[in-house]
């Protein structure tokens, strides 16, 4: 039982440069989400799926899409990176969107030059 | 929108000092977790609490969720140098996104 994987766990994209941030849980988890982590602002919620095929924004969604083809997988698409999206990107995961605490990922931290 | 202040958002405490951080939401929650994150790690999940006025424990740490499921905090008893780390809250109302404060980062002084 791996839990939630991310990959990879570093990146430096250049300007204008489009990439996707995998994640990955095998626990069955109906509920998965992104946040983006920057210094003194906390985590702040990108995009969430409340399961297979659905997915909805959050608080920052500008600048990413996300997809859910399976219950297993959340991937992020960056579309065209700015120095802005420097940050640690987290993916979490829990059984439901209201009861269960959320378990994250390791993290991917990401340099856009 | 929902709004989770988190406060004092650094402690620097003398190990064996006791230490808490608080939590405020501008709206009534329908639950509130609270969260572990050591430095260079990711978010650990400690506890959530429901109840108006619950009070949980684990071991030295006792979490409160107040009468109007506003606020929480999060007091550590003599703190151990392992205590180390960022503390976040997150609030939810209904069935709504889980919202994070901004964190209290603990550092200890052996």
């Known amino acids: 039982n791996a839990g939630v994987t991310q990959t990879p766990k570093f990146q430096v994209l250049k300007t204008g440069q489009s990439m996707t941030l995998q994640c990955a849980q095998d626990?069955?988890?109906?509920?998965m989400s992104w946040y983006r982590q920057d210094p003194g602002m906390g985590l702040r919620l990108i995009h969430y799926s409340v399961g297979a095929g659905i997915t909805d924004q959050g608080e920052v969604p500008n600048g990413y899409n996300v997809s859910r083809s399976t219950t297993e997988d959340f991937p992020l698409r960056l579309l065209s990176a700015a120095p802005s999206q420097t940050s640690v990107y987290f993916c979490?995961?829990?059984?439901?969107?209201?009861?269960?605490?959320?378990?994250f990922g390791s993290g991917t931290r990401l340099t856009v030059v | 929108g929902q709004q989770v202040m988190q406060i004092p958002q650094y402690q620097h405490v003398q190990e064996g000092e006791d230490f808490t951080t608080y939590c405020n939401s501008s709206?009534?929650?329908?639950?509130i977790q609270w969260y572990k994150q050591r430095p260079g790690g990711h978010p650990v999940f400690l506890i959530q609490?429901?109840?108006?006025?619950e009070v949980k424990k684990q071991k030295r740490l006792t979490f409160q969720f107040g009468e109007a499921k506003k606020n929480s905090s999060l007091h550590i008893t003599a703190t151990q140098t392992t205590d180390v780390g960022t503390y976040f809250c997150?609030?939810?109302?209904?069935?709504?996104?889980?919202?994070f404060g901004q964190g209290t980062r603990l550092t200890i002084n052996p």
């Open positions: 609490l429901v109840k108006s006025g």
């Open positions: 626990m069955n988890h109906e509920y």
């Open positions: 997150a609030g939810r109302r209904g069935a709504q996104k889980l919202v």
């Open positions: 979490a995961s829990s059984y439901s969107s209201g009861t269960q605490g959320y378990t």
């Open positions: 709206t009534t929650l329908s639950n």
